[in-house]
T-cell receptor, first 112, second 115 residues
Framework: GQQLNQSPQSMFIQEGEDVSMNCTSS?????WLWYKQDPGEGPVLLIA?????ELTSNGRLTAQFGITRKDSFLNISASIPSDVGIYFC????????????FGQGTELSVKP | DSGVTQTPKHLITATGQRVTLRCSPR?????VYWYQQSLDQGLQFLIQ???????AKGNILERFSAQQFPDLHSELNLSSLELGDSALYFC??????????????FGPGTRLTVL
């Protein structure tokens, strides 16, 4: 079935560093979503991508929809302590709206 | 604050019992989604309701059921609970019926512990 593989599983970085994480799939997605989950909270949508090759920014965050439609990347520039959390990629199951499938998450720790 | 509310925040119960989790969507949202988050399975879609009707189903166990009421709040019922049902249960809501551009807003979750 459809699966989203995220890497790395965890990252420990120094405040001010840039971060890159990615998500890959064996099948094509028509939409890529990036969520962040803080401890004790629900996921919050950061960026949504709807077209192959699309590059979208949200403040210090930039995400790209891979040309093959089988991958996506999220970059965070100049990380700060509040960037700590778990980042998930997600896409619509069977490319039908509503049902989302999530990657396993990348846990980010930022050292001040 | 996403505008989605879930109660209770924590629930501790015993195996074999039945519990009900409640969700109130954001004002104006017609769709409610339920997800389960566990350490081994990650975040998994369970079921979606749109304006009172079931719209989509994921890997929801037969022991689990949900409904959406006329005021659009939703309840997830979990019965004959097993240890493996211990997880975080999230509700999300969106304006439409689940088109690809519909943003899902997640609630804070209910942490269920089955002892």
């Amino acid at each position: 079935g459809q699966q989203l593989n995220q890497s790395p599983q965890s990252m420990f970085i120094q405040e001010g560093e840039d971060v890159s994480m990615n998500c890959t799939s064996s099948s094509i997605f028509n939409t890529w979503l990036w969520y962040k989950q803080d401890p004790g909270e629900g996921p919050v949508l950061l960026i949504a991508l709807y077209k192959a090759g699309e590059l979208t920014s949200n403040g210090r965050l930039t995400a790209q929809f891979g040309i093959t439609r089988k991958d996506s990347f999220l970059n965070i520039s100049a990380s700060i302590p509040s960037d700590v959390g778990i980042y998930f990629c997600a896409g619509p199951l069977n490319n039908q709206g509503g049902k989302l499938i999530f990657g396993q998450g990348t846990e980010l720790s930022v050292k001040p | 604050d996403s505008g989605v509310t879930q109660t209770p925040k924590h629930l501790i119960t015993a195996t074999g019992q039945r519990v009900t989790l409640r969700c109130s969507p954001r004002s104006g949202d017609l769709s409610v989604y339920w997800y389960q988050q566990s350490l081994d399975q990650g975040l998994q879609f369970l079921i979606q309701y749109y304006n009172g009707e079931e719209r989509a189903k994921g890997n929801i166990l037969e022991r689990f059921s949900a409904q959406q009421f006329p005021d659009l709040h939703s309840e997830l019922n979990l019965s004959s609970l097993e240890l493996g049902d211990s997880a975080l249960y999230f509700c999300a809501s969106s304006v439409g019926g689940g088109v690809l551009t519909d943003t899902q807003y997640f609630g804070p979750g209910t942490r269920l512990t089955v002892l």
